[in-house]
């Protein structure tokens, strides 16, 4: 079983449409947990971080549940520009692990 | 720059030489991170250091590949006898402390052996 496994892409949705992607890990001592997006054959950035108690940015909403080992992330009015690849990354002793990636495609 | 750079961006080597990448992380960063990613595939885990503990060298595919971290700073992969089953993009990331804070990374460095 992988450390850190993802929904399977691709996701194809309409502008505007709000979608939420899963992830799940095995380890759990893992401490912290994050969101991270690549652009096609660019490096991966920081979207956002996943606190206990559910967090948002603006369109963006990032859960974790400890009990179930699991974390979310949920995007709202979806742009154009939100599509890219969206990688679970979870830290393991200091050891970042990331999730295979999921693939989102926004159209018009 | 400040950000993490890596060289070289682009490497074309034959089958069985022996490669280096270089990666320069954002000064002051202490872990310093190296991922394989394949045509597709996501980030491969091959090495982490964090300040002067030993690295956890537990995703290293085989004894071919090795990694060293100088003076706390730049860091060398070395692949040695490459194979074709080794080209990949190799993608370097620094962050502050271990793990809990954004890693940064550099662009990476595109192998293919041919």
């Known amino acids: 079983r992988k450390e850190v496994e993802q929904d399977p892409g691709p996701f194809n949705v309409p502008e505007g449409a709000t979608v939420a992607f899963n992830c799940t890990y095995s380890n759990s001592a893992s401490q912290s947990f994050f969101w991270y997006r690549q652009d096609c054959r660019k490096e991966p950035k920081l979207l956002m971080s996943?606190?206990?108690s559910g967090n948002e940015d603006g369109r963006f909403t990032a859960q974790l549940n400890r009990a179930s080992q699991y974390i979310s992330l949920l995007i709202r009015d979806s742009k154009l520009s939100d599509s890219a690849t969206y990688l679970c990354v979870v830290n393991v002793g200091g050891k970042l692990i990331f999730g295979q990636g999921t693939e989102l495609s926004v159209k018009p | 720059g400040a950000g993490v750079s890596q060289s070289p961006s682009n490497k074309v080597t034959e089958k069985g030489k022996d490669v280096e990448l270089r990666c320069d992380p954002i000064?002051?960063?202490?872990?310093l991170y190296w991922y394989r990613q394949s045509l597709g595939q996501g980030l491969e885990f091959l090495i982490y250091f964090q300040g002067n503990s030993a690295p956890d060298k537990s995703g290293l595919p085989s004894d071919r590949f090795s990694a060293e971290r100088t003076g706390g700073s730049v860091s060398t992969l070395t692949i040695q006898r490459t194979q074709q089953e080794d080209s990949a993009v190799y993608l370097c990331?620094?962050?502050?402390?271990?793990?809990?804070?954004?890693?940064?990374f550099g662009q990476g460095t595109r192998l293919t052996v041919v």
């Open positions: 000064s002051g960063h202490t872990a």
């Open positions: 996943v606190y206990s």
């Open positions: 990331a620094s962050s502050l402390d271990q793990g809990s804070t954004e890693a940064f």
